[in-house]
């Protein structure tokens, strides 16, 4: 499947110079979304993977059902402030700034296998912020996946000890 058929490049979003890569209609797409969803899927079902983690917002959306076809549980990274038990937290930095994602400290169990999922690898910041988290709470990453992947931004190198797929790439 040629996914880049079914993302949007949006110029000069959400500042000027920048070509935002749109997986809505991807996601409108039915067929198109099981496909990819399966994709990682498959990918997943090597690793005996026993729970996704995504970070806020858009991994929800490809973990959730890569998840939920697996038969596992789903566990969000959060941005500082919206989970109500006790957290730890892990600040980065993004393409336009820095920030902070927090995981509930029960969330994954010692040597519990985890994939971590996004729609996009850009610079890397977020996902090593999630893979940290995960680690910290005694988690075992064993792959991660993305819908995306923008090369020229060079995330793969700050994931790089980690199995990685990713379903379209971008210079």
């Known amino acids: 499947m040629n996914y880049k058929d079914y993302i949007a490049n949006v110029p000069d979003f959400p500042e000027k110079g920048i070509i935002f890569r749109d997986i809505s209609p991807l996601m409108a797409n039915g067929p198109v979304f099981q496909e990819a969803i399966q994709d990682i899927v498959d990918f997943a079902q090597d690793k005996e ?3 996704i983690v995504g970070p806020e917002a858009r991994g929800f959306i490809v973990g959730c059902p890569v998840a939920y076809e697996l038969g596992i ?3 969000p990274a959060r941005k500082k402030g919206k989970l109500p038990r006790e957290t730890m937290e892990k600040s980065y930095g993004l393409e336009y700034g820095d920030s902070v994602l927090q995981i509930h400290k029960d969330a994954i ?3 519990q296998k985890v994939l971590v999922c996004d729609d ?3 610079t ?3 996902i090593a912020a999630t893979i940290d988290l995960v680690e910290d709470l005694g988690g075992q990453v064993v792959g ?3 819908l995306i992947e923008l090369l020229g931004l060079k995330g793969r190198d700050k994931i790089k000890d980690y199995d990685l797929l990713s379903l379209t790439q971008y210079d």
């Open 120 to 122: 996009l690898l850009a």
């Open 49 to 51: 993977v026993e729970v």
């Open 73 to 75: 549980g789903f566990i």
């Open 124 to 126: 890397g910041g977020t």
């Open 144 to 146: 991660t996946a993305f």
């Open 109 to 111: 169990q010692p040597d």
